[in-house]
């Protein structure tokens, strides 16, 4: 079966980064895509970005593409999302969850991790 | 940039049908996934490809899509359903991801 395991929370202050890992298993990690989103206390989803782990293309929304960096590591089977310059609004709960290895436009996101709490706070 | 109208709320009564729309413009030509989210939990995808439902997923889940509107519904609903419902589409323009606000299913 599919699993998505996050990484534990993490608390930082304004201005400094985070790294939130996402290992995955029960799957052949390279022939899919992960899709990192995430969720401020009390509100929505927000699609922060994709990545192959097929071909490690990425795409990245425009609230904080200057700002993150998706990576994966197939040896391990493990996706990364580092998030920089932090702000307090960046505070949230951060997820991933399986897509497309190629177009994330063609597939949903299946099986999702269960989410890693970031707290950007001084 | 494209947005995604869901209604904040929805309520029915237990065996009723729960109806959760979601509005875009031209929505019908784009495919359209659903997801329940439940508190404290992550997200779990309930339709996809506007009417299809993943394994495991019960049959009182379905979705339509035409025109400007999607529609999640929810058959003979149960004190379990009740949770945030959220659509989501890929946005070409942008190339991004999108979710809608999301709906909160009251069970009354």
């Known amino acids: 079966q599919v699993h998505l395991v996050q990484s534990g929370a993490e608390v930082r202050k304004p201005g400094a980064s985070v790294k939130v890992s996402c290992k995955a298993s029960?799957?052949?990690?390279?022939?899919?895509?992960i899709t990192w989103v995430r969720q401020a206390p009390g509100q929505g989803l927000e699609w922060m970005g994709w990545?192959?782990?097929?071909?490690?293309?990425?795409k990245s929304g425009q609230k904080v593409q200057d700002r993150v960096t998706m990576t994966t590591d197939t040896s391990t089977n493990t996706a990364y999302m580092e998030l920089r310059s932090l702000r307090s609004d960046d505070s949230a709960v951060y997820f991933c969850?399986?897509?497309?290895?190629?177009?994330?436009?063609?597939?949903?996101?299946?099986?999702w991790g269960q989410g890693t709490m970031v707290i950007v706070s001084s | 940039s494209y947005v995604l109208t869901q209604p904040p709320s929805v309520s029915v009564a237990p065996g009723q049908t729960a109806r959760i729309t979601c509005g875009g413009n031209?929505?019908?030509?784009?495919?359209v996934h659903w997801y329940q989210q439940k508190p404290g939990q992550a997200p779990v995808l309930v339709v996809f490809?506007?009417?299809d439902r993943p394994s495991g997923i019960p049959k009182r889940f379905s979705g339509s899509n035409s025109g400007n509107t999607a529609t999640l519904s929810i058959s003979r609903v149960e004190a379990g359903d009740e949770a945030d419902f959220y659509c989501?589409?890929?946005?070409?323009?942008?190339?991004?991801?999108?979710f809608g606000g999301g709906t909160k299913l009251t069970v009354l």
């Open positions: 989501q589409v890929w946005d070409t323009t942008s190339d991004h991801g999108l």
């Open positions: 031209n929505i019908g030509s784009v495919s």
């Open positions: 990545i192959s782990a097929h071909n490690g293309k990425t």
């Open positions: 969850a399986r897509g497309n290895p190629l177009q994330p436009a063609m597939s949903p996101f299946d099986f």
């Open positions: 490809g506007n009417t």
């Open positions: 029960g799957y052949r990690f390279n022939s899919y895509g």
